[in-house]
């Protein structure tokens, strides 16, 4: 389980007023930031935290680790955006497949690597790589999108988030990589639209 | 452009070789791949750079609720947590017999 959920179940075993509360707002952050990641829109993540958290004090004593915890946190958290799909930004549900993924030599041989950035930093500091990212994210297929959220962005082990979501950890493992792949694609094919721009002299101050 | 069968095998297993979970085996073959294959190559260059950008992005944007909305759930955790645990003691009170 991540640092963040394995501290607070610490917290949370330690006792003592003032270490409830900080456990309590780690893991109201850990779902909300879940939350927004996967729906893309703030007021159903504060919504799909707010309901998670309410529900964990009615089941906060059956987790003896922080595997457990999280892992139902993640799943509450999972579920309810799900639900929540009405409001938020959610792709269309259908299957990637890797032969449309894979793009021809000529298309890398002709491709953008002079135009990506030289370390990965650069797309959380710069503020339109940081958008096509995002962006890159929210376009996948929610299937997908689960998987990299919790397996990249929250790193889970293939282990839990197969657990979380139920499937076997091939299938993760499998939308994974497609996953990465789509992202991958869809930064390249705005570094290349923005070409020199983005190594080049007007390159934004940081 | 067709695409070469070798090259097809080594782009399904570049996740895993990112994450260091392939076999040995597959793994030099992989790289002995990569030697020869600048697509190849530098298609893993980028894909690298994605996995990596996704994990910071994890760490480093971690937004979290207003500050008001934040303190009124507290507030409301912290209440709920402490009228179950009275609830519990009152009821294992309840059982413990009488002498």
Redesign the interface.
Known sequence: MNARIAQAVEMLKAGG?RG??SA??SL??SA??FA??VCGN?QD??DI??ET??Q???S?HRFPDAKGLGVWLYKVAKTRCLMSRRRSKFAPAHTLS?DEL?????E??G?S?DA??Q???E??LRREL?NQ?ERA?LNLPEAYRLV??LR????LSTEEVAEILGVSQPTV?MR??RA??F??NA??RYLKSVGSEVNGEDRPAV | ?K??PR??KI??A???YVDG?LKLKDCRELEKHLRGC??CL??L???K??????????????????PA??SA??A???K??GA?AAVKRSSSRAVVPKR
């Open positions: 007023a409830i509360e309590l707002e109201t952050t909300f930031a927004r990641k703030a993540a504060e935290a707010q958290m309410m964990l004090t009615r906060a890797l894979m793009p021809t030599p000529g890398i041989a491709g690597q990506w950035p370390n990965p930093e797309f959380i940081r990212l994210v990299l959220v990249d962005m929250e790193e493992k994974l990589h990465r792949v992202v991958r930064l390249d | 452009m695409i070469d090259c097809k782009f399904a570049l996740s895993n979970e600048q697509p530098r298609y260059h980028t894909l750079l994605t996995t990596e950008a996704c994990r910071k992005y994890g760490r480093l944007s971690t937004p979290s609720l207003a909305a934040q759930l507290l409301r955790l912290v709920e947590l179950r």
